[in-house]
């Protein structure tokens, strides 16, 4: 079944601290540096609608994303969401960032996504493209912000009172607009449903403040934080 929703699990660090801290106790992982790029109209009809465009690279891979907004309340720890995401020739994705992306042509190839989960599901993917494709109406989309990341995938094994549990987490540190520099942990999960992700967060909260007397938050996505920074005052830029 190809992959089309993302059950997400967003921990924000209280500083660079603690980001080291995670770091030095786990061990080196596998490192990305990723440059993410994010497209709208000029009215900015889809951030209006909450749903992203993202154009990322990191090493040689390029990469399109398209994600829908969560369904819940702001600041639940674990969030579900669509994401569609297809590699794009890096000729395109230059040619996108240079000159704008025509969107219609990848709807068109999430369109052959066949959920096998029921009626529902596919009646929730093709609203979510329908809309999509209507608010592209044919137009290129533009970037209009980026921020790099630099993510490390560990991984990670837990006990609780359930057992062992295995977890793949990611460990980024990420520069926004302005110079701001977030601390984060993701375990991701591209399935369509994930009960383990309440007890992954429970485990993983208790892990961090008792071994690392660390205390999280639960993180915004980073593009809701972007739109945020934009949104300042050109004198707040700077604030850190």
């Given at each position: 079944?190809?992959?089309?929703?993302?059950?997400?699990?967003?921990?924000?660090?209280?500083?660079?601290?603690?980001?080291?801290?995670?770091?030095?106790?786990?061990?080196?992982?596998?490192?990305?540096?990723?440059?993410?790029?994010?497209?709208?109209?000029?009215d900015?009809?889809?951030?209006?609608?909450?749903?992203?465009?993202?154009?990322?690279?990191?090493?040689?891979?390029r990469?399109?994303?398209?994600?829908?907004?969560?369904?819940?309340?702001?600041?639940?720890?674990?969030?579900?969401?669509?994401?569609?995401?297809?590699?794009?020739?890096?000729?395109?994705?230059?040619?996108?960032?240079?000159?704008?992306?025509e969107?219609?042509p990848?709807?068109?190839?999430?369109?052959e996504?066949?959920?096998?989960?029921?009626?529902?599901?596919?009646?929730?993917?093709?609203?979510?493209?329908?809309?999509?494709?209507?608010?592209?109406?044919?137009?290129?989309?533009?970037?209009?912000?980026?921020?790099?990341?630099?993510?490390?995938?560990?991984?990670?094994?837990?006990?609780d009172?359930?057992?062992?549990?295995e977890?793949?987490?990611?460990?980024?540190?990420?520069?926004?607009?302005?110079?701001?520099?977030?601390?984060?942990?993701?375990?991701?999960?591209?399935?369509?449903?994930?009960g383990?992700?309440?007890?992954?967060?429970?485990?993983?909260?208790?892990w961090?403040?008792?071994?690392?007397?660390?205390?999280?938050?639960?993180?915004?996505?980073?593009?809701?934080?972007?739109?945020?920074?934009?949104?300042?005052?050109?004198?707040?830029?700077?604030?850190?």
């Amino acid at each position: 079944m190809t992959a089309w929703i993302e059950t997400e699990l967003k921990l924000a660090l209280p500083d660079e601290a603690a980001w080291n801290w995670v770091r030095s106790r786990l061990g080196q992982g596998k490192v990305v540096e990723q440059t993410n790029h994010f497209l709208d109209r000029s009215d900015r009809a889809f951030a209006s609608a909450r749903v992203g465009i993202r154009l990322r690279s990191e090493g040689p891979r390029r990469l399109l994303s398209l994600k829908g907004e969560s369904g819940q309340a702001d600041l639940e720890p674990v969030t579900r969401r669509i994401e569609l995401e297809t590699a794009i020739p890096t000729t395109e994705f230059d040619r996108a960032l240079a000159k704008g992306l025509e969107l219609a042509p990848w709807i068109a190839k999430w369109r052959e996504i066949r959920p096998e989960s029921g009626e529902p599901d596919r009646l929730e993917l093709g609203a979510f493209l329908d809309e999509s494709e209507r608010l592209s109406s044919g137009m290129l989309l533009e970037r209009h912000a980026s921020f790099s990341n630099r993510r490390e995938t560990i991984g990670l094994t837990l006990d609780d009172s359930a057992g062992e549990l295995e977890l793949e987490i990611e460990l980024d540190r990420t520069t926004f607009p302005g110079g701001r520099i977030d601390f984060e942990i993701e375990v991701e999960r591209t399935s369509e449903r994930d009960g383990m992700m309440t007890r992954t967060h429970r485990a993983l909260s208790e892990w961090l403040s008792q071994e690392g007397h660390i205390q999280t938050s639960v993180a915004e996505s980073k593009l809701a934080r972007l739109h945020a920074i934009l949104e300042m005052p050109d004198d707040s830029h700077s604030s850190g």
